[in-house]
């Protein structure tokens, strides 16, 4: 089945860099986009970037924009997320969603259980 | 960039009962080409990831429970449950996919009363 598992997260000092890691399993990550999405504590769901099914296209939201890189590696099934210059309010749950088909606007229907990213000093 | 604002905030509501959330955009997020509104519900409880419910505004998920209906065109959504079961509490959101960056709304909590 359909699955989705992120890791890399863990806690770091202001300004530092942490690259996250999204496995999928039973089906084929060339053929969607996938999405990055976080929830900081206590707050809503924020979308934060997005790579088109076959990587040549990469969009982000304006909060990580220059400093968040989002990369795929066909070979591994497994898209990344590379955070430098990482800020306190980076802290949350990141989670990985594929889009539904190959168009890169579209719903996402299976998420991964996320992993924590912790900034503090 | 489009700013998602929905409404209300939380909201309680009796067992059975009918539960309305609403979602306005700042921008139409009708593609008129195929007349698809780009537009998502999603439902989050808390240590599990968020589900898709209805996209396209108003296309029910496979396995979604049709208590779960979604309406609305251009700016303006609304998610209703039309019978609110005990398992229904959570954050429900909406979220855009028609334009990048794409956005989501703050969220609406939804109670048991």
Redo the contacts between chains.
Sequence with gaps: QVQLVESGGGVVQPGSSLRLSCAASGFTLSNHPL?W?RQAPGK????VA?TSFDGSNQ????SVKGRFTISRDTSKNTVFVQMDSLRTEDTAVY?C?RG?GVAL?????H????TRVTVSS | DIVMTQSPDSLAVSLGERATINCKSSQSVLFNSNNKNYLTWYQHKPGQPPKLLIYWASTRESGVPDRFSGSGSGTDFTLTISSLQAEDVAVYYCHQYFRTPYTFGQGTRVEIK
């Excluded at chain 1, 809503?44 to 979308?47: A, D, K, P, V």
């Excluded at chain 1, 606007?105 to 229907?109: E, F, K, R, Y």
């Excluded at chain 1, 998420?111 to 996320?114: A, D, H, P, R, V």
């Design positions: 999405h999405v809503g769901l924020e979308w997005v969009f982000y939201a304006d989670f969603a539904i606007a579209g719903p996402l229907d998420w991964g259980q996320g």
